[in-house]
């Protein structure tokens, strides 16, 4: 197996289900002054396909964005040069992924993964031998096949429980690959959600796939640098402050990341109902993250697109993209506690580390051709606090249980709460249509 982001082999769900089927009137709202009809609070991929869907029926909405910018988690990150994309990059599950029809729509390219340029295995930066590295590959295999043979039926494992008896030696090695598709430690998986997680073949966006998520917002109010800091639903509709002030509506829907809403970063009057603050107990965020560095000149021989493994320990397991699609650029990514550490020590020991790991695998000279870096930390980003929601063991109905309204006139939505799609951009899409259909279906 190819470690990269979210190597996912799950069932099918349907999200939004009945959860979003509650009870929600506009039409019953009692007469209040209201600025608009709906505040959508974040721009992301969930955000901005809840406001084109609201604004559709021909509701008045305005979209609150703490950032500067459009698309949130997907973001093409150019500030190197040659652009790459820093938080998502596949279109998952392609075939019933709505990214796949909006890029169709937008005039936008889409192509099937990059995959070539060879894969090499190293620990501690020097070349893994042939017999370990079998060992992982049959070790990567026993995840599937246990989620098909051991019984969860009756009570939600941890993926580490899960695979607890493959013995000391293989144990560790298949719950690191974890750490590369779903950036956290298989300890604080779920393995019913993890089961429950679409599959499909993934495409790429040589645009970028942060690029196009922005782009889909085109036409609607969204209003950037207005970070919200507190939401009062006590009356009949909502009243959101954020940075430039209040503004009042008859429904509110709110796609900040799980971790903003564990951070508490935004104050509610009166407080989540019990059950839904049980829900984002249930829910916390991983820690993928990526760190790019800039490279020019002499390329050591490697192909474009190989993939080099460091894969010694879990805690400093990284991968790195060499050279993808010919850019001057090596793109490192890690997740768990160890992408947590380094997101911590700041950018500067990230690059040193990734620069001396390197320099280990191809050579001390592959250092002058390090020019500059970035790293999206995004655990200790205050706008996402991780990279996408996981489900503790034990949770597996926190994701339905955050996507029920509260108050009938706010609806939480997000990558969180899109049940099988979950993790992904397409998900948070159809998590944000579902919540702009339940708004439109109670009208009527
Ligand atoms: C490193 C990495 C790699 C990934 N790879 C993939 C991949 O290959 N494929 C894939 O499908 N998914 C991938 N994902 C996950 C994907 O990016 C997310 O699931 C998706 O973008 C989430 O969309 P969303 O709209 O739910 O949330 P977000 O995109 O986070 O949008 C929420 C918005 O709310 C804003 N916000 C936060 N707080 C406030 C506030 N107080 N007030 C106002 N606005 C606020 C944020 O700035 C953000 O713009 C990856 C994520 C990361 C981090």
Not at 154 to 173: F, K, Q
């Amino acid at each position: 197996m190819k470690p990269r982001y979210a190597t996912l082999d799950r069932r099918k769900l349907l999200i939004g289900g009945s959860a979003m089927a509650a009870a929600f009137s506009l039409a019953r709202a009692p007469a209040r002054a209201a600025d608009i009809d709906v505040i959508v609070v974040g721009a992301g991929a969930a955000g901005i396909a809840a406001a084109q869907a609201v604004k559709a029926t021909g509701r008045s909405v305005a979209v609150l964005e703490a950032r500067g910018r459009a698309g949130g988690r997907a973001f093409t990150d150019s500030s190197l040069g040659p652009s790459y994309d820093a938080g998502a990059m596949y279109i998952h599950w392609a075939e019933r992924n709505p990214w796949s029809d909006i890029a169709r729509e937008l005039g936008v390219e889409t192509a099937p993964e990059p995959w070539g340029g060879g894969f090499r295995v190293f620990a501690e930066g020097r070349p893994m031998a042939d017999a370990d590295r079998r060992r992982r590959r049959d070790a990567f295999r026993q995840i599937d096949s246990r989620l098909e043979t051991v019984d969860i039926g009756t009570r939600d494992l941890s993926i580490a429980e899960l695979l607890g008896d493959l013995g000391p030696e293989m144990t560790p090695v298949a719950t690191s690959g974890l750490l590369l598709s779903i950036g956290e430690e298989s300890s604080r998986i779920s393995a019913r959600d993890y089961q429950r997680l679409w599959s499909g073949d993934d495409l790429v966006v040589p645009s970028g796939y942060g690029n196009l998520v922005a782009r889909s917002g085109a036409g609607l109010d969204i209003r950037l640098n207005e970070p919200v800091t507190a939401i009062d639903w006590s009356g009949s509709g909502v009243t959101v402050t954020s940075r430039s002030g209040t503004l009042r509506a008859k429904a509110c829907i709110l796609t900040v990341p799980v971790g903003v809403l564990k951070a508490e970063a935004i104050r509610f009057t009166p407080a989540l109902p019990a059950a839904t603050r049980d829900a984002l107990a249930g829910l916390n965020m991983g820690a993928l993250t990526k760190i790019a560095l800039k490279v020019e000149g002499d390329r050591f021989g490697i192909t474009p697109g190989a993939s080099f493994l460091e894969s010694g320990k879990p805690e400093g397991l990284i991968n790195f993209d060499m050279y993808p699609d010919g850019k001057d650029l090596v793109i490192g990514y890690c997740g768990g506690d160890f992408a947590r550490q380094i997101s911590q020590a700041g950018p500067d020991e990230a690059r040193a580390h990734v620069t001396d790991l390197l320099a280990t695998m191809i050579g001390s000279e592959f250092r002058k051709t390090v020019k500059a870096s970035s790293f999206p930390a995004w655990w200790i980003d205050p706008f996402a606090h991780g990279s996408y929601s996981i489900c503790a063991p034990g949770h597996d109905a926190a994701r339905d249980a955050l996507a029920q309204p509260v108050g009938e006139r706010l609806f939480i939505a997000g990558e969180a709460t899109a049940g099988g799609g979950a993790i992904t951009v397409g998900g948070a899409t159809l998590a944000g249509r579902a919540a702009a259909a339940a708004l439109a279906r109670l009208k009527a």
